[in-house]
């Protein structure tokens, strides 16, 4: 795949020097870290670069855009806070929540340019060339025991937030939401006058502003409760650039590109005022939503701790099977984050057990309080009818092959072929 990505720097239409960005540095990066560690695990980059980045980089990844893929994973992805179109059929990841990062089996996460909005969670591991390489140290597999409760995820909610809180509190049993709401402190808007119809909803129209300027711009305000990173959602449709100040300190640019999505805004200290600033100049009159939220630490690593005692622990993993051992405290749930399709088979303890899934979308296994090996085969839906039908069609032709030329000759021979028979 690296070798791949090599070739892909020779399109046309796009610069030698800049595809892949940073080609070199991040394959370099991923292999100092495969080198030393070979487990099972996702890694990804802070803000993509395409929309098929794991393809581009040649590392195992969350991010995908394909026409082929379970749409069902899609709709969750959309629902969790992740870019996403079901049009599309496809979704990618931009840095979003320790909860996402958890239970998308992220290990790695991957920053090209050194900035990572949240470093709460993630231990800086090496760097080369202005890419860094952080380690989450609240991993956890790609599968472990959770609630049974899991499977009612509904992920109904056009606030992302509160569908995370949702699969939070199902998977680990704590009614405490784990993220909480950030309320605004003020506004600070110019050349628009900007109505609130509940937390995060607002419609503009211009305004022409009082000192004759042509400025026009959206600014909300809040003021960090906690130390910590703040997580937003920002949508304001054709807006799509928005700047994240401390102050008069411009600290970076987001872009909403064309789906909402939950991103980190960056780590700040308590009572520090945030400002989110979006410009308007071509868009001076619509409505949108923006949603801030803080991580409760607290209610986070009490559900972490409980998740990770019924971690799965992979020993053996290849294209099509995964072997490994859980203790369940309880009756549970094993959740994993593989996509579900038709062609998963689990086996706890040697003996097939019913594949069951969330919202078709995640691959999940049922099984009783105790230790327990598991493992999951997988077989793509109508392999084995297609080989079948292959192996009798490659017979047949090669029976035809052998045969029609003998009786061919024995029809020649007796005469039957000649023209005074005719």
């Known amino acids: 795949q690296r070798q791949m990505c090599i070739r892909d720097r020779t399109v046309t239409v796009t610069g030698y020097s800049n595809y892949p960005r940073n080609s070199e540095s991040v394959s370099d990066l991923i292999g100092s870290v495969e080198s030393e560690d070979n487990g099972f695990y996702r890694i990804e980059t802070m803000s993509n670069y395409t929309i098929n980045d794991p393809a581009l980089y040649g590392y195992k990844g969350v991010s995908q855009f394909s026409s082929t893929a379970n749409v069902n994973v899609t709709n969750i992805m959309k629902s969790l806070g992740l870019q996403a ?9 931009n840095q979003n929540t320790a909860v996402i990062n958890m239970f998308l089996n992220l290990k790695y996460l991957i920053s090209h340019d050194s900035y990572s909005g949240d470093l709460t969670y993630l231990d800086p591991l090496a760097s080369k060339d202005g890419v860094s390489i952080y ?6 597999p790609i599968g472990f025991a959770a609630e049974s ?3 009612e995820y509904k992920g109904e909610s056009f606030i992302q937030f509160d569908n995370q809180n949702e699969l939070f509190r ?3 049993g704590i009614e405490e939401d784990v993220l909480t709401r950030v309320d605004i402190k003020d506004v600070g808007h110019k050349g628009l006058n900007v109505i609130k119809s509940g937390y995060g909803n607002y419609s503009y129209q211009y305004s022409a502003p009082d000192d004759g300027s042509e400025d026009c711009y959206l600014k909300f305000n809040y003021t960090v409760p906690d130390d910590g990173p ?4 920002f949508d304001f449709g054709e807006i799509k650039n928005v700047r994240i100040k401390v102050g008069d300190s411009v600290m970076r640019t987001h872009s909403s590109g064309k789906y909402m999505d939950i991103f980190a805004a960056g780590d700040f200290n308590a009572g520090d005022v945030v400002s989110f600033q979006a410009d308007a100049k071509d868009q001076k009159n619509g409505s949108g939503t923006i949603y801030v939220y803080q991580i409760n630490s607290d209610v986070f690593e009490r559900g972490y701790r409980k998740l990770l005692k019924g971690a799965l622990n992979v020993t053996k993993y290849d294209d099509t099977i995964i072997k490994g051992n859980i203790i369940a405290e309880d009756d549970c749930l094993m959740y994993t984050s593989i996509p ?25 296994v049922p099984m009783s309080a105790g230790e327990h090996t598991v493992e999951l085969r997988y077989c793509p839906p109508g392999f084995v009818v297609g080989a079948v039908i292959s192996i009798l069609s490659v017979a047949t032709l090669v029976l035809l092959w052998i045969f029609v030329p003998k009786v061919k000759k024995k029809r020649f021979m007796s005469g039957e072929g000649t023209a005074e028979n005719k």
């Open 340 to 364: 579900y399709d038709g062609g998963w088979k689990a086996y706890v303890d040697g003996k097939e057990t019913e594949v069951q899934s969330i919202k078709n979308a995640f691959v999940c």
């Open 230 to 233: 703040l997580y937003v959602t």
């Open 85 to 93: 179109s079901a049009a599309g059929n496809r979704y990618y990841y």
């Open 149 to 151: 409760s899991i499977s």
């Open 135 to 140: 380690e989450n140290n609240r991993y956890l």
């Open 170 to 172: 199902l998977a680990t």
